[in-house]
């Protein structure tokens, strides 16, 4: 497989009328956060088929793809580098880990963010340090900060809730929508692990939080409990 066969591939699927849907979808319009964007309109599941296809394309082909103005290009370029990882051996994964956060320029988007952090960045830090994401906690980039605290959704799967938390707390004054439903999703996602640790951490903070991030991590409690927390009762 070339880069040339996957380009033929892509402009082979392109379907122009999904591709208006989704950008509408994804906020591209002047001065929205995926500005510029360009869409094919491939859907997900056949993003997903292709990138099983693509998937022993050589690392220069994947920096194109990673780097693509087009967003389905991007998305399937870390859907193989997903691929690499989980069937890499250790030294491979840390040259997939190494190219993942080389070459973030591309991740873009929170759809892009979603599926790659968890699967690369996190499941490669689970047990090693965190350095990283706490420096992409503080930085001026969105897609960086939400990489963040994505990557932790790995932690909290392993009952590891520490680092989220730590990088909630930096995040807990942040000014973009899509980092409070992305930390209240992560909030949320340990209450249904341990309800008790979530709202140790929330019971301190909740009054000051952004109300998204509060609506998020309070989702599934029952209602009688979230309208006290939305009423500022508990």
Do not use: C
Request: hydrophobic letters at 35%; charged letters at 40%.
């Amino acid at each position: 497989m070339s880069l040339r066969e996957f380009r033929k591939r892509i402009k082979k699927e392109s379907n122009e009328q999904q591709a208006q849907v989704l950008q509408r979808f994804f906020k591209t319009s002047k001065g929205e956060y995926g500005e510029g964007d360009i869409f094919a309109g491939i859907k997900m599941p056949l993003q997903r088929k292709i990138a099983k296809e693509f998937e022993r394309l050589n690392y220069d082909d994947v920096r194109e793809i990673v780097g693509s103005k087009i967003h389905e290009e991007r998305m399937i370029g870390l859907l193989i580098l997903q691929g690499k990882y989980e069937h890499g051996d250790e030294k491979e994964k840390k040259k997939v880990f190494n190219f993942y956060i080389r070459n973030r320029k591309g991740i873009n988007n929170w759809d892009l963010v979603d599926i790659s952090a968890p699967k690369i960045a996190g499941v490669h830090l689970l047990e090693r340090d965190k350095k990283l994401l706490f420096k992409f906690a503080r930085s001026k980039k969105i897609w960086e900060r939400r990489i963040a605290i994505l990557s932790t959704f790995t932690f909290i799967r392993a009952e590891k809730f520490e680092t989220t938390f730590k990088i909630s707390d930096i995040l807990l004054n942040d000014d973009h929508d899509l980092i409070h439903k992305a930390v209240g999703w992560m909030l949320r996602e340990i209450g249904k692990k341990d309800l008790y640790a979530e709202e140790k951490f929330l019971k301190p903070r909740y009054k000051k939080m952004p109300r998204t991030m509060l609506r998020y991590a309070i989702e599934k409690f029952p209602e009688i409990k979230r309208r006290k927390y939305l009423l500022s009762k508990i």
